[in-house]
């Protein structure tokens, strides 16, 4: 199998083995769901995991960030943390360190509590690897799930992408960007997107449900936009039409990806928020995050099932394009 996530027809048959009769778990693994909820009385608690995999550079902030977001797109708040870090043979211990320092200046920043974890140093891996588990409250009622979208519903988009891509490959592609005549001075603001507009979703969530009923959202990570969109889609079972050139991009999102030659709806786009909801909310909702200082756009509308996944750019419509794993994991795979 290829590095990056599993198919989604492939997890579906495997999740379908895990059953429970517990009628407290509301929400369990489903492909397209950003986490889980479980009923603890007045709410639900929220529960995600998520690994860092793709960089090493400031993982311990990645990690709480991410899995902070797949707790914000259920509409809750996160609170818990725990991590597992893995660190390989002859690790220093000042990089140690900072991998702790990072991940407790993120909690700090989200007010959310480290409960526990484990480390060790480990044999056969050659860089830094954690995996943080979330959990968060949302009280009941204002949950929001990825399979709540509904036909008709307006698609909205916060900020621009690829955020998280583009910081990404500022750091893992630094000798090529530079080779290919990127300033270092560029690579450098890359390397800040992870701070500024940031990869955390949290307040796009939290100002958006502010400004009307929202019926879905969720989190664009590994597979770029159209993997989420997909997701979002098979989730929601219904189909998806947007317009390309009215979904934003960071500046330097082009040029990177014609340089390494990456295609950049498939590139993990942390930072960026998807909202479904009615069309008589989106305006409210889209200005509402405007007058906060987070771009927001209508990129497109959820769609009956049998329309499929569409896009259209320059006044053609044609499938869109499917990623058998993201392309910045692709990049790295091949050698780069």
Known sequence: MQAGKLPI??????????????????????????????????????ATTDPITFTTNRIGWYAVNINANDVAVMGGEAKWMMATILLPENFSEIAANDIFNDLAEACNNLNISVVGGHTEITVGIDRPLISGVMLGEVEKGKEVRSSGAKEGDSIILTKAIPIEGCAILANEAENELLTNGIASALIEESRNLIHRPGISIVEDASIAMEAGKINAMHDITE???????????????????????????????????EILGLHTLGIIASGSLLICTSPKHDSAIIKNLKSNGINATKIGSMKNLNYGLKISENNRTYDLPRFEKDEVARFLSEGH
Do not use: C, W
């Not at 083995?17 to 693994?29: C, E, L, M, N, W």
């Open 223 to 257: 597979g770029g936009i159209a993997g989420g969109l997909a997701e979002l889609a098979y989730a929601s079972n219904l189909g998806i039409h947007v317009t390309r050139e009215n979904i934003p991009e960071i500046p330097q999102a082009k040029i990177f990806s």
């Open 9 to 46: 027809e492939h997890l579906e048959k495997i999740l379908n083995a895990f059953k429970t009769s517990d009628p407290r778990v509301i929400a369990g693994p489903m492909p397209g769901e950003d986490a889980s909820l479980i009923d603890m009385g007045d709410s639900y608690l929220i």
